[in-house]
């Protein structure tokens, strides 16, 4: 199966696979979403945690204004509705890492209701995605089984702590775009500061929500809104990288088809991916589902946000990706390919316009895009830990643009200042790395090649692609620092071309 074919060949004709993702994302906030224990990657076991995340008797939730803000700011940036009026539900049932016996969570009245995304694909195409809902929950604790052979130990430190849950509608069809699609959500996210993203830490991951129909039923599920049409789905849970999310996407596609070409049915169930045998697994079926018994909390008021503070929020909000991209394109004269990879983290994108100011644009995007990005990466940082001044960048660009050195010269010179050597005026100084465009010394190696090389110089009458060979010749003599358009100039002349 191809990654981007919306169908799939099976030994009994087309099928289509459907998908809708639910992208579980942590609020960026000190504190918890219900109490005024600290959030944060890193400290020992249980040492964040108030009596409230511990489910001690009599103790009441008190929520996080702050959090509110961050998922209606999330919200704003989706294009979606902000609900004035949300309430938080109570969903039971009883686990260890969870002390109180019920999670706190929006099941009837979210935060955030409809909203749209728009997407990238690969091949620089544009797909929507439509979001159902966001909504607010706090997290579980985490439990851990492998540091005794018969005892399981109890983590609360993520318990309580802020999450967003962002649904989206069934509209991803393919395993690329169900990555693309996390991409932009996350970068969104970063944006607006919201989440930092990290998915290492699990700050960020997706319940991938799987099934597969014969081809053309999506279209007829997308005339009438009948599910009917689509596929029993199988729900992923916890997927934490995009490279995990395709596979697990291709394996679960293949597993429904071979069943139900094999006459069997898909019956609806929570399954986990392992990465390493590179399959999915039943974790429990939805037919086994407890009732959750959900209700409104008795201990918090439904939540009503005034008009004038989401207005105040949306003021707020910073330049978002699609708007940044657009913008480049207009003022800067990029391809919507270079927009798109400069915006795809924030700290590149304002990093690019620091040094274009002036500048030839699309050359200092090569730049910043190719080698800057590339040693980052070799380095293992991102643009946010880059120790190279945007202004260097800007300088090198202008000593090419003003023939001071060729763009062969300006890797060496690169090379130079990633390094440390100062700025790359000061390496092209130190080095003696000036082009030479004086026409004089040009024409005194021109005419020395020549003289040694007749036979060469007279079979180019004939082969004019044989002038390569003399441009290589001068260029060596030069040192590599003959200007190349006078090479080809003065070459041109004296060959009769």
Known sequence: MSDNTKTIKGRTGDWEIVMGLEIH????????????AAVGFGAGPNEQVSLVDAGFPGMLPTLNKHCVEQAVKTGLGLRAKINKRSQFDRKNYFYPDLPTGYQISQLYYPIVGEGVVEVEAEDGSFFNVGIERLHLEQDAG?????????????DLNRAGTALMEIVSRPDLRTPDEAVAYVKKIRTILIYLGTCDGDMEKGNLRADVNVSVCRAGNYDKFKETGEFGYLGTRCEIKNVNSFRFISQAIQYEARRQIEILEDGGSITQETRL?????????????KEEAQDYRYFPDPDLLPLDLEEAWIAEIKASLPELPDDKRKRLMADYGLSQYDAIVLISEQAKA???EAAAKGRDAKLVSNWVTNEVSARLAAEGKDF???PLPAAHVAQLVELIETNVISSKIAKEVFDHVWNGEGSPAEVVEKHGLKQVTDTGAIETAVDEIIAANPDKAAAVADKPQAIGWFVGQVMKATGGKANPGAVNDILKAKLGL
């Open 273 to 285: 991916y392992d990465p390493t045998a590179g399959e999915t697994r039943s974790m429990r079926s």
């Open 350 to 352: 304002d990093y690019f």
């Open 25 to 36: 994302a942590q609020v960026a906030s000190k504190a918890k979403l219900f109490s005024g």
């Open 142 to 154: 985490k439990l851990i089984h492998d540091l005794s052979p018969t005892e399981s130990y109890v």
């Open 384 to 386: 946010s830990q880059n």
